[in-house]
């Protein structure tokens, strides 16, 4: 399963120049499988998430619309006040644990119209063999035009360089070119880009009541949770009822899921409640359990994204659930094929069932601007988790970062 190593964002709203991980210029350790972001309100959290959801709406969208998003309200306001130089953006990352990492990066600007274009685009990857050196780059793009090199081989031969141009400079040379059979290494790239997983669940949403039919995936709102529950119950019948048990037996109350599919055809999911004869659907589940359930579930998917982002997953649950959900989610990261998770958190105890490499921390310095540190990186919490203190705690009281509220 592919796996960021590390992400560097410049001029982004508050993240004026911030890396998580390893990059190709600065050696650090890379990101786990498993990254918790922690750290006080406006400090930039929730940019950093909405960061990588803007590489992947860029990835679909082009970079116009992805600034224009209601949310975002264009480059103006995306772009890191009083800085010069373009929005940035570098992704580190390698296929899989063997492979040679690759490096992605992406300027976007204003064009003499004012309007928001692709100024770089680069992907590179370093030769079979090459240890040391800058690698080797098989996409470079600048103001649209550039050259690529086709196949499988990051050899420097004239035949396989060609040169390119793109119609439109608002839209990514690897959405373009990412299409191509003739680039497989571009092709892989949008593809890890697109099975990006930004969750956004809307308990509220989940209520609906969908037409019985299958799908593959759990969307960002969880509108279609039912049909991707149908999905999963067909896909493997034994294998799913087992996966409804043990999610049952995580969410305090519930003795057992099923579905159902009602009479005029809409799927139902049905909870069967300790205490209660008859069972409930999920139109009538608190907040918490939906939410507790979706996440869960999302961690059972037979074909995982690689990525997942979840932001505040503490809100609408219960403070007792935090940790045990924590934990699954570190269980689950731990797997050879699992999907690798961004978290952002307000929660201790979330943060009190992970490890000081699992988390990061991010705090304002006098400017205004963003900073990042791990906290394995704090030597006196580090000392005091090794003595059995837990990290959520350790934050708590103020051993990690300012204390600020």
């Known amino acids: 399963m592919a796996q960021i190593e590390g992400i560097r964002i410049q001029n982004y709203r508050a993240l004026k120049d911030v890396t998580l991980g390893k990059t190709v210029d600065q050696y650090y350790q890379p990101l786990g ?61 390698r296929e899989d644990a063997k492979a ?25 990857q370093r030769r079979k063999g090459q240890k040391w050196g800058q690698p080797f780059s098989f ?7 550039g050259v690529v090199w086709a196949g499988e081989s990051t050899g420097e031969e004239d035949s396989l360089r060609k040169n390119v141009s793109l119609d439109d400079p608002r ?41 019985a039919g299958a799908q593959k995936h759990l969307n960002r709102e969880g509108s279609n949770l039912a049909n991707y529950v149908q999905f999963m119950e067909r896909k493997e019948p034994k294998r799913f009822q087992a996966v ?21 055809g809409r799927l139902l999911i049905q909870f069967d409640d300790r205490g209660y004869k008859d069972p409930f659907f999920a139109q009538d589940m608190s907040d918490g359990t939906l939410k507790m359930f979706a996440y869960l579930l999302l961690l059972e998917d037979p074909e995982p994204f690689p990525l997942i982002g979840i932001e505040e997953p503490e809100n609408g649950l219960h403070h007792k659930l935090l940790e045990p959900l924590a934990l699954e989610m570190k269980r689950y990261s731990q797997q050879g094929k699992a999907s690798q998770i961004v978290v952002t958190t307000h929660s201790p105890h979330f943060v009190d069932a992970l490890k000081p490499e699992d988390v990061w921390i991010l705090e304002k310095d006098a400017n205004g601007f963003t900073t990042a540190s791990r906290a394995s990186d704090a030597k006196e919490a580090q000392e005091l988790h090794k003595e059995g203190i837990p990290l959520g705690s350790l934050w708590y009281s103020n051993h990690l970062g300012k204390g600020n509220p």
């Open 139 to 145: 996409l470079e793009l600048s103001n649209g035009t």
């Open 244 to 264: 409804l048990d043990r999610i049952a037996k995580k969410i305090p109350g519930v003795q057992k899921i099923a579905t159902k599919i009602a009479d005029d």
């Open 171 to 211: 839209k990514l040379g690897i959405t373009t070119l990412g299409n191509l059979s003739d680039h497989p290494r571009i092709v892989a790239f949008r593809q890890f880009l697109e099975g990006w997983y930004l969750s956004y669940f809307v308990p509220d949403a989940a209520r609906g009541l969908p037409m």
């Open 33 to 93: 499988k498993l990254a918790t972001i922690i750290g006080p309100n406006g400090c930039g959290k929730s940019t950093l998430m909405d960061a990588f959801a803007f590489i992947s709406d860029c990835l679909t969208q082009g970079v116009e619309e992805s600034c224009e998003r209601q949310h975002r309200g264009g480059f103006h306001r995306l772009h890191t006040r009083g800085q010069d130089g373009s929005i940035q953006f570098e992704i580190y990352y």
């Open 100 to 124: 040679r990492p690759i490096s992605y990066s992406l300027h976007i600007d204003l064009d003499p119209t004012r309007r928001p274009y692709v100024r770089y685009e680069r992907l590179r």
